[in-house]
């Protein structure tokens, strides 16, 4: 069974940093790709970031572009959000997931999805 573990969520006031990280655990060797999503109180669960197996290919949403940045190490199972220039409206908790093959930003293509860590921008 795998589960992933996010950590790194806080109160951070609007144009602070915070760094998130996810760790997967119990994963048989495939390979795999991880992403971010993000879900603010009332509102659908949106795409943030994902990264490859290999960490070449990374993507990012149109609203964290140039701000946010994903990064992983496979040797750990572990992948790393860089949360700059933070603003309010990316208040919201924060989800890491996992799916077989490329990256994707639909959300309904992932299979395993962690707790979530909150994050939350104070202006």
């Known amino acids: 069974q795998v589960q992933l573990v996010e950590s790194g969520g806080g109160l951070v006031q609007a144009g602070g940093s915070l760094r998130l990280s996810c760790v997967a655990s119990g994963w048989a060797g495939f390979k795999y790709t991880m992403a971010w999503f993000r879900q603010a109180p009332g509102k659908e669960r949106e795409f943030v970031a994902a990264i490859s197996w290999s960490g070449d290919s990374t993507y990012s949403g149109d609203s964290v572009t140039g701000r946010f940045t994903m990064s992983r190490d496979s040797s750990k199972h572990t992948v790393y959000l860089q949360l700059n220039s933070l603003k309010p409206e990316d208040t919201a908790v924060y989800y890491c997931?996992?799916?077989?093959?490329?990256?994707?930003?639909?959300?309904?293509?992932?299979?395993?999805w962690g707790q979530g860590t909150q994050v939350t921008v104070s202006s």
């Open positions: 997931a996992t799916r077989f093959g490329e990256p994707s930003r639909t959300k309904n293509e992932y299979n395993n």
